[in-house]
């Protein structure tokens, strides 16, 4: 039997299907491509957005003109508390809660016998490799359907997450990534995620450590310390900030204030030199004003992000904001989306041209292309590097000398 794998969505849903992957790899199963005429189509799907939503039933109707008699499985948020009938073509639908016994579903329902490959351990041959740490969300933010899907945070075993990440080291992985729904929120058994990353540090054979996006309000002078400290981890923070006017903040339901999120990006940059900070935000969100918008503008410009994710307003029925008066038009939501993409290409040229001269440590992730090697530097800037040499999938050491296509480009020293 042939299965392909299709992932929408988080980090969480990539690591996620890495582990479905080996489940499926342990039962006999062949790893085929989704562009192959295949027996098994699998789509981990993402509903954080209406769009995202869209796309989820998108790939179940490319993956039924693959091959029309194929087993179409879905799982995950989109899916969350529906029935096949409710996915025109999905033959098995698997919430979150039974995510990971979605082979031996998939083996009932097929009625397959088992052919185990016990060296099925770890399937992914990307350079860098993913850990889940913990799933859920106790926030409740009032445009998220996130945690009405995932649940209540359950944090992993600490144990088991240094258990997994030796084994990663043992299986060739130079950087590992820590993701989850929120995890600023760690906590097993009263330790917690800077416990856990002074750990991991411990570990030879990883040489990287990255962080998936955090929340406002972990960071304190206290961590921020503590995380200088730490030679593995990369110089690198997606913080989510969603709005940088207080009263959108207010309505969202989020738990801090732009003042004091901008006090926490103030200690990264005081205790981590050349950090990259990164984020979401959110434009469009009921009964924003001008007013409103304006202040996320002037707050986008004085944080001075590498990086903007930027998200006009998804309505997700089932949480408050789905009721609230006062909806944007697409329209507007559009022109204020122009505004801040034009405030993000500012700053991430500006942070780009500061990093020219300087000697970046860059893990090389992809091969040749054009006489270029890819790879990202800690701090998460695209390199390309000239080599004739094959050094993929090394850490190598750049001088950084211009600016090419979305990063820098440099030379070997």
Do not use: W
Request: hydrophobic share 35%; net charge positive.
């Amino acid at each position: 039997m042939k299965i392909a794998f299709y992932t929408l969505g988080c980090k969480v849903n990539q690591f996620e299907t890495e582990k479905i992957i080996t489940s499926f790899k342990e039962k006999g199963f062949d790893i085929g491509d989704f562009t192959e005429v295949c027996d098994v189509y699998l789509i981990n799907t993402c509903s954080v957005t209406a769009l995202a939503d869209k796309k989820s039933r998108q790939i179940s109707r490319r993956a039924k003109r693959l091959n029309d008699n194929a087993l179409i499985v879905m799982c995950g948020c989109s899916v969350e508390g529906k029935k096949p009938d409710e996915f025109f073509y999905a033959d098995v639908v698997v919430g979150n809660k039974d995510k990971l016994l979605v082979c031996d579903i998939v083996c009932e329902k097929l009625n397959f016998i088992a052919k185990i490959n016990h060296k099925a351990e770890i399937t992914s041959t990307k350079t860098r490799a993913l850990i889940k740490i913990e799933d859920g969300c106790n926030n409740y933010c009032s445009y998220c359907i996130i945690p009405y899907l995932r649940g209540n945070i359950v944090s992993e075993p600490f144990s088991d997450i240094i258990e997994y990440a030796k084994k990663l080291a043992k299986s060739g992985f130079l950087e590992i990534v820590l993701t989850g729904i929120h995890i600023t929120s760690y906590n097993d058994n009263g330790k917690t995620l800077i416990d856990l990353l002074e750990e991991l540090e411990k570990i030879e054979g990883i040489y990287r450590i990255r962080l998936g996006s955090l929340e406002p309000g972990y960071i304190n002078r206290e961590i921020a310390a503590r995380i200088s400290k730490l030679k593995k981890l990369c110089g690198h923070f997606h913080i989510s900030l969603q709005s940088g006017s207080d009263t959108v903040l207010l309505r969202m339901n989020r738990k801090y204030t732009a003042s004091a999120y901008l006090s926490e990006i103030e200690l990264l940059r005081e205790y981590i030199k050349n950090v990259s900070i990164t984020t979401d935000i959110i434009v469009g969100f009921p009964n924003e004003s001008e007013k409103e918008i304006a202040e996320t503008l002037e707050f986008a410009k004085k944080i001075k992000f590498a990086k903007i994710h930027i998200f006009p307003y998804s309505k997700r029925e089932g949480t408050k904001a789905y009721d609230m008066d006062g909806q944007i038009t697409k329209q507007l939501k559009s022109e204020r989306a122009k505004k801040l993409e034009e405030i993000d290409k500012q700053y991430q040229t500006e942070f780009l041209q500061q990093n020219i001269g300087e000697i970046a440590e860059v893990l090389i992730e992809q091969s040749a292309k054009n006489g270029y090697y890819e790879g990202y530097s800690k701090n998460y800037i695209k390199v390309y590097i000239k080599s004739e040499d094959n050094i993929k999938n090394t850490i190598i050491k750049v001088k950084l000398i211009g600016v090419m296509l979305d990063g820098l480009y440099g030379n070997v020293v």
